[in-house]
Every structure is written in structure tokens, then in C-alpha cells.
């Protein structure tokens, strides 16, 4: 089973690259970045240097003035408590649909997994992966080092921080970068999903991965 899921994960690579048509018809460079919790701020200052248009937002109704979305990483079980009071979970399914590309970073990947583990979670189900919560460990067991991301030109820096591991990766995802052997970039369709925070290093290439439409989008409006 591994060496079939191996073989077809080139082929799954070069096609998740390319983002939906529609999202290169979008008017702006408009960022929506959710900030209910946790580190919002690093997303908004990285799109802002790429020169892109972040925006905070706190109410499902203000996702429809964004070109894209940011869900950052955070406590999961905590943003969850936020979305009890609010619609969000239709309007982020929406934006999903709609073929706008999203940035899911540590807690936000695990808010849009298909399964979530350690201890059983709800997922929104938007991306085809199984999760398990805090798997590294706690907050001291916190780690930098560099993955292997071949999609992206070669060896990146990341940042974990009670990380979760991807434990399941559906057949329409494509791994993107893996710590040693094991996933920790994804993608499917316009969601990317990371299990680190590439806000925290000074390397761009998953933000311009992610909204590579954007800018294109933004030179052309």
C-alpha cells in the first residue's frame, strides 16, 4: 500500500500546484487572516511584506470581502469554543467551495481535517487528513529545523510548536514537504495545509505557494 500511495505522490504534486482557474479571476490581494486566537499577527506582517492585503477578521460575514484566508495556528480547541458562537463553520466551508485559496498553519490545519485524534476532535472534513493533536509533545518540546520540500525548491525551515502530526493523507492530497519521511506540508486543491508556522522564519515560499493566484490577480486589477 505505501509504495502504490509513494508512486502516485509525484503525480499528485504537480497537480496540486496548480490552483483553481477561478482564483486568478479574483479582484485583489485582499488576505483575510482569522484572528479569534492565537498567532494572527505573524500571518498579517509576512502577507503585508509580500506585498498582498491582510485584514483581521472576527465575524464569518467579513470572509466575503477576502480573495483569501488565513487560519493560523493557536489552541484548536479554543478556536472551536469561538466558532460555537458564530456561524463560522458554514462561512469557511463556503469559502472552501468557492475555489479561494486558504492558509491553514498547526491549529487551522487541524480545524480543517477530515479526523482529528489525541483526544478526538471535530474537523471541518475540508482537507482529506487524519491529525493527531500536540503529537511532538508540549510546549517545551517545541523544535526548529529544516524539511524536505522538493515541490518548493529544496530544504525549509520550520517551526514546531506543539505540533500535530498527519497521521492520514487522502489520495486528492499532495504531501509537499515531509520531516523525516513524515508529512507536514499538504495540499488539496487551494487549501494548503501545514503542521508548522512558516510565519516564524523569514522564508516566503509557503505564503507565495499558497496564494500564488493573488498575485497575479493583484498585478492585473
Known sequence: MAGRRETGEGRRDEAALRLPSSVYRLPSGRVAVLALQGDFAAHGERLRELGLAP?????????????????????????????????????????????????????????????????????????????????????????????????????LPAVFIRAPRIRRVGSGVAVLARWKGEPVLVQQGAVVAATFHPELTRDERVHRLAFAGLFGARKTA
Open 55 to 155: 485584514f483581521e477578521v472576527r465575524k464569518p460575514d467579513e470572509l466575503n470581502r477576502a480573495a483569501g484566508l488565513v487560519l493560523p495556528g493557536g489552541e484548536s480547541t479554543t478556536i472551536w469554543k469561538f466558532f460555537e458562537s458564530e456561524p463560522w463553520e458554514n462561512a469557511i466551508a463556503g469559502f472552501v467551495a468557492s475555489g479561494r485559496p486558504v492558509l491553514a498553519t498547526c491549529a487551522g490545519a487541524i480545524v480543517l481535517a477530515r479526523e482529528v485524534s489525541n483526544p478526538v476532535q471535530k474537523g471541518l472534513g475540508l482537507i482529506d487528513i487524519a491529525v493527531e493533536r500536540n503529537a511532538y509533545g508540549r510546549q517545551a518540546d517545541s523544535f526548529l529545523d529544516d524539511v524536505e520540500a522538493p515541490a518548493l525548491g529544496g530544504r
